[in-house]
């Protein structure tokens, strides 16, 4: 039987997240509300393309932002408020500890993100700690622990080898909607090419 998934989601507030890509959203501007109104469609786009995977169970959000938590309340998920310690690694960590014996660690800027392609990715892994690379193989976009065992995350600089290192198995599936995290307008333009989510694909609409 395959197995069910929960995923713990990190986001930085809305103010602080995504700070490479200021002007994204209006033409190099960079408008702290037109930037922060990206970030937070980004974010929507993945939890929303997230939870409707097969084989993700409850989709759990990390964040002290109010108005993401708004946001996300009225889309019925679930947020618990950044724990006591500072950085990924850490947040990953306090949701994790919320969930169920099965877990998972998602990155929160995968705005084209397909939920067919998550749902391979759950099915490949199986039972083993394991992990998906982004598109240029040096970071980690899902981060997926063995059942009942920690999320053990090592996100940062080089996390994928840092993942291989801890044991986790590479997953080497054609995805490229779940490796198409977005740090910088290149990374935008590769995912409007693959398809943005319709929250951030209106945020494009809006700034043309």
Do not use: Y
């Not at 779940?178 to 694909?201: K, N, Q, S, W």
Request: proline share 7%; with cysteine.
């Amino acid at each position: 039987m395959r197995r069910t998934v929960d995923l713990v989601i990190p986001v930085k507030t809305l103010d602080r997240a995504k700070s490479r890509l200021v002007g994204a959203a209006d033409r190099g501007v960079g408008d702290p509300a037109a930037h922060a109104a990206l970030v937070l469609a980004v974010a929507l786009d993945t939890v929303t393309a997230a939870a409707s995977a097969q084989g993700v169970g409850r989709v759990l959000v990390v964040t002290s932002d109010p108005e993401l938590t708004s946001a996300l309340h009225r889309i019925g998920v679930e947020v618990l408020a950044d724990g006591p310690e500072p950085g990924l690694n850490s947040a990953l960590r306090h949701g994790a500890a919320a969930l169920g014996p099965s877990v998972g660690a998602l990155q929160a800027d995968l705005p084209a993100l397909r939920p067919a392609e998550l749902s391979a990715a759950l099915a490949e892994a199986g039972d083993r700690r394991a992990f998906c690379a982004d598109r240029q193989g040096t970071g980690t976009t899902l981060l997926l622990a063995a059942p009942g065992e920690p999320l053990d995350p090592r996100f940062g600089v080089g996390s994928a080898t840092a993942h291989t290192e801890s044991g986790a198995v590479p997953l080497t599936g054609d995805w490229p909607s779940l490796r198409c995290d977005v740090d910088t307008a290149e990374d935008l333009a590769v995912a409007a090419r693959i398809g943005f989510g319709p929250r951030t694909a209106a945020q494009f609409v809006l700034s043309a």
